[in-house]
């Protein structure tokens, strides 16, 4: 058992709700369509976080809900089955249709799992229409995927077949190398959730091994294996140590000999840590402090210790789930202070007393901490970018030397103008 420190605090939390996943799960599904039954506000959080799309259709929007909805006047069903028939006629090409619910919908006890279920019914398989919760009272921004996904869970067929499944959303090319790779290794039949098309959900059954690729995907772990699958312990791909135990992991599980994985992975491997060197030099010996934002937080500090050399000063995670992170907590290092939940005001007392080199958060810490001459990476870039796989870790090291860089850029000026 590893010797880290697992702390707990509650108390004012900063985080982006689960809305926010649809900015990657539109971009990985593009014949499904995410409805937030939301306000105005949540209209403008999407917005904002996945831009406006000037020449594209969006693949998502918002069933607004006024004022008079919240006070109970008027019938939010009636409204709401409206909105979906406009949108469904305008937009035949839609196949999977997300209700995500928000804090509003959930204050006046909208049972959007109702409204699916007799919108289902009036559709008759045109259209498939789940629901989820996107709310930020009961959801941070990667918990938004892990809902969405077990929505999906029991559309996919059954299956008996020995066979790999990728879970967690990422980039199609890293998906495609990750992929290859497995086939290289005699791993033939694998492959991933969420699909690239909605309706193509893979089969799932009692020999299919799950590999998750991100670490926040937990009520879709445990609902894939009450669908009886097994769920393969590892470290998550990221970083060279990571990916490598992460596809040993898939590997001795479906009794693939250790020389040829040893054999297909060792030029990846030499190539990348070549690539680590110029941004290890950067990063040796700065401190990170990392806050509660993405539950990526820890996989990622075991990266930043172990490959880039970076002292942890805190680790701090909206949750923790133990098994599923128990071969992520054996290697980091005896007394790292991992701190489960938030209390942004004590949180962010203990940033300005250790004076970090650099602060892992959310977007609205980083500005006020950056005018205190603190330096700052924004979690949710991390969840944008392709950062999975041996491949990918220059470019994931890259993420973190970039502000520091940035940091120094700016010192330099100011002395030379002082
Ligand atoms: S779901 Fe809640 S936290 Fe998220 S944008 Fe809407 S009101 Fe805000």
């Not at 596809?247 to 250790?258: G, I, L, Y």
Request: hydrophobic share 40%; charged share 25%; proline share 6%.
């Amino acid at each position: 058992m590893s010797g880290v420190s697992l702390l707990k605090e509650t108390g004012p939390r900063e985080v982006f709700c689960g809305l926010t996943s649809i900015v990657w799960l539109h971009r990985r599904m593009p014949d499904a369509f995410f409805l937030v039954v939301g306000s105005r506000t949540c209209a403008h959080l999407i917005q904002s976080a996945a831009g406006v799309m000037i020449f594209a259709e969006p693949r998502f929007g918002t069933a607004i809900l006024e004022e008079r909805d919240l006070a109970g006047l008027a019938d939010a069903h009636e409204e709401l089955d409206r909105v979906v028939n406009d949108l469904l006629a305008r937009r035949p090409e839609i196949r999977t249709l997300f209700l995500v619910g928000s804090c509003p919908s959930e204050v006046i006890k909208l049972d959007l799992a109702r409204v699916a279920e007799r919108l289902n019914g009036a559709l008759k398989g045109r259209v498939r229409v789940l629901n989820y919760s996107g709310s930020g009272i009961e959801t941070t921004f990667t918990q938004g995927e892990d809902g969405a996904l077990k929505a999906l869970i029991p559309l996919m067929p059954p299956t008996k077949e020995t066979q790999l499944l990728l879970v967690g959303t990422l980039a199609n090319a890293v998906e495609d190398r990750l992929t290859n790779l497995f086939k290289r290794i005699g791993i033939q039949k694998v492959f991933s959730f969420p699909p690239r098309q909605s309706t193509d959900l893979p089969a799932i059954g009692p020999g299919t091994k799950v590999l998750l690729t991100q670490p926040y995907l937990t009520e879709t772990a445990r609902a894939l294996k009450d669908r009886g699958a097994e769920i393969i312990q590892a470290p998550f791909p990221l970083g060279v140590e990571g990916s490598q135990l992460w596809m040993e992991a898939a590997a001795r599980s479906f009794k693939v000999k250790d020389s040829l994985v040893k054999e297909t992975l060792e030029p990846l491997i030499l190539r990348a840590n070549k690539a680590l060197i110029p941004y290890k030099n950067q990063l040796a010996g700065k401190r990170i402090f990392l806050l509660p934002e993405s539950q990526i937080e820890i996989p990622l500090a075991r990266f930043l210790q172990r490959e880039c050399g970076m002292e942890l000063v805190e680790v701090g995670t909206p949750y923790l789930n133990r098994e599923m992170m128990q071969a992520e907590l054996e290697l980091l290092p005896n007394n790292t202070q991992i701190m489960e939940g938030q209390h942004v005001e004590k949180q962010l007392d203990r940033v300005r007393q250790q004076q970090p080199d650099l602060v892992v958060c959310g977007m609205g810490l980083a500005n006020p901490l950056e005018a205190e001459g603190i330096s700052t990476k924004w979690s949710i870039e991390l969840v944008f970018s392709p950062i999975h796989g041996i491949d990918q870790a220059a470019d994931l090291a890259e993420l973190f030397s970039r502000p520091l860089h940035r940091h120094d850029l700016l010192n330099q000026k100011q002395l030379v103008h002082v």
